[in-house]
């Protein structure tokens, strides 16, 4: 499977990119790669490493209060960040709901984020006009994506707020911050206020900038982040509850 991801990426011109944002699902990578798994994960890391490359992984882990440990605090949202915190030199951004593992020459970019985890100095806004692009890696686009709530924080809608959490950041067993925001339904209950992709994605997967390879039976998508945070700014200009049940 890694020859085969690296002629798609040289391809797609992905290996042109200077950072990788990565939404992964390993367990495809997995059934297929059951002699050594951790090595050929490290082999598709350092596919991307070895040209330079910085790769962006979300290391989410929702502490909403109590204490969150930079060095600590395990990610929620699958196996990658995991274990790139054990295996590889790395910087995590401080939020404690939505940080950020980087590894690679320029992974400090995740340092010295602004409190709000969807801000103007947030990592969605700190990736734009900076050659990024999306690798979804066999994880559905259907899914989502953050960026949107990045697109709609930057339009102020009606139905998420900047809410405070009072958890302690701490790094090295040194407290380093708390107070640290994210972009939050109003109105938690209400259904027709949940998050959805429904209304946008079959016209997303048929835009040009979007690249579908098909590998054992699922997908792998690859996509500019400049274009697609146009894209979504835009779909939300035309419709203010594009991303929500509304």
């Known amino acids: 499977m890694i020859k085969k991801l690296d002629q798609v990426f040289k391809k797609t011109g992905l290996y042109n990119a200077t950072y990788i ?35 962006i992984i979300p290391a989410f882990s929702y502490t909403t209060k109590g204490e969150f440990h930079l060095e600590k605090t395990r990610s929620k949202v699958g196996f990658l960040a995991n274990y790139v915190m054990k295996k590889f030199q790395y910087e995590r ?12 020459k320029k992974r400090k970019i995740v340092k010295r984020i602004g409190k709000s985890a969807f801000g103007r100095k947030s990592i969605h806004h700190k990736l734009f006009n900076k050659n ?27 139905y998420r707020y900047d809410k405070k959490f009072n958890t302690i950041i701490f790094k090295n067993k040194k407290k380093i911050g708390s107070n640290f925001k994210a972009y939050v339904r109003t109105f938690v209950h209400k259904k027709e206020h949940k998050f959805t992709f429904k209304k946008i994605i079959k016209k997303l997967v048929k835009e040009n900038f979007m690249i579908k390879v098909k590998i054992k039976n699922s997908n792998i998508y690859i996509y500019n982040y400049d274009i697609f945070y146009k894209f979504l700014k835009k779909a939300l200009q035309k419709d203010r509850y594009v991303f929500i049940n509304k």
């Open 93 to 104: 951004s401080e939020h404690p709901l939505f940080s950020f593992v980087a590894i690679g």
């Open 132 to 158: 990024t692009f999306f690798l979804n890696f066999f994880r559905p686009l259907k899914k989502g994506n953050t960026l949107v709530h990045h697109i709609e924080q930057m339009k102020n809608v009606n």
């Open 21 to 55: 944002y990565i939404y992964s699902d390993f367990r495809i990578f997995f059934e297929n790669n059951k002699i050594n798994p951790e090595k050929k994960v490290n082999s598709f890391l350092n596919l991307f490493l070895d040209k330079g490359i910085t790769l």
